[in-house]
């Protein structure tokens, strides 16, 4: 069993900037493929970001290429999200998902054997 605890959210105004951090409770994450995903009031989950097992692949929604960045801790048991010129569109509830999924990056919410319990960014004025 995996827990990991996001950690990081807040209000941001617009054109600001914040890290998400993903920390998995007394294990590595390593062998994981790992990914973010936010959803918006009255919508679906939605994928964003993710890194392969291997670290060797990442895959970026292009809502958010050029903008965030998914990156592993050195000990191996933190993912970070790092988001820059936020937009009021990115307000949403952030999860990070850990997967077993063995090469690339899956971008389905149920390739995703665990969950965090996800933290709150609002990009607003």
């Known amino acids: 069993q995996v827990q990991l605890v996001e950690s990081g959210g807040g209000l941001v105004q617009p054109g600001g900037s914040l890290r998400l951090s993903c920390a998995a409770s007394?294990?590595?994450?390593?062998?994981?493929?790992m990914a973010w995903f936010r959803q918006a009031p009255g919508k679906e989950r939605e994928f964003i970001v993710g890194?392969?097992?291997?670290?060797?692949?990442?895959y970026h929604d292009d809502s958010v290429k050029g903008r965030f960045t998914i990156s592993r801790g050195n000990a191996e048991s933190t993912v970070y999200l790092q988001m820059n010129s936020l937009k009021s569109e990115d307000t949403a509830v952030y999860y990070c998902?850990?997967?077993?999924?063995?090469?690339?990056?899956?971008?389905?919410?149920?390739?995703?054997?665990?969950w965090g319990q996800g933290t709150q960014v609002t990009v607003s004025s």
């Open positions: 998902a850990a997967s077993r999924y063995p090469v690339g990056v899956p971008t389905l919410p149920s390739a995703y054997d665990y």
């Open positions: 007394g294990r590595t994450l390593s062998g994981y493929a």
């Open positions: 890194v392969s097992r291997g670290s060797d692949t990442t």
